[in-house]
């Protein structure tokens, strides 16, 4: 499997999400506050990102119609979490159980895709396309650093399934 296949770039960021939210304990003030919307920005492009690349194909070729529509709820749910922490004080006891439970969430929603989504997935879908839909993940996270130009807003599933990803290489 190459680096560049788009379960492998997903995986990647899995990793970074697990050491960013437990990066967050040995921070404080202003370093925290910074880090979480760093974090909270990379939540939402990696969703959309799954929404308009993986998620369609899951449904479409994997016969995965049922683990999307499971995904774009946990995206939501997701959404939801990592709204609630805003509405508290950075460093609070309320803004940190808003922040465990974004975490809990999190964390459940990347293990159900690690172990119940990317088998099905990776055996529908060759390896030229992953890689190509892995180099269209790359440019997507370019195009959108820091959630630029994304809503933050709920996903639906029936849009989701109906996406036409296009197929080759973006950098062709």
């Known amino acids: 499997m190459s680096d560049f ?11 970074v999400f697990r050491r960013e939210f437990a990066a967050l304990e040995d921070l404080s003030g202003q370093e925290l506050a910074a880090a979480w919307e760093a974090l909270h920005d990379k939540l939402e492009v990696h969703a959309v990102a799954e929404e308009q690349l993986f998620y369609p194909l899951l449904a479409q070729e994997a016969d995965g119609e049922q683990e999307t529509a499971e995904g774009v709820h946990d995206h939501n749910e997701i959404r939801h979490a990592a709204a609630a922490v805003g509405e508290h004080e ?3 006891e309320a803004w940190w159980a808003a922040v465990r439970n974004a975490r809990q969430v999190n964390a459940d929603h990347m293990a159900e895709e690690e172990t119940d989504f990317f088998p099905p997935f990776r055996e529908a879908v060759d390896d030229e396309q992953r890689e190509a839909l ?7 996270h370019d195009e959108h650093e820091q959630a630029e130009g994304l809503s933050g807003e709920d996903a639906e599933v029936a849009e989701v399934v109906a996406t036409e990803v296009p197929e080759g290489d973006p950098s062709r």
């Open 90 to 92: 950075v460093g609070s």
């Open 134 to 140: 892995g180099m269209r993940w790359l440019a997507f």
């Open 5 to 15: 296949e788009i379960t492998a770039l997903v995986l990647a960021e899995h990793e």
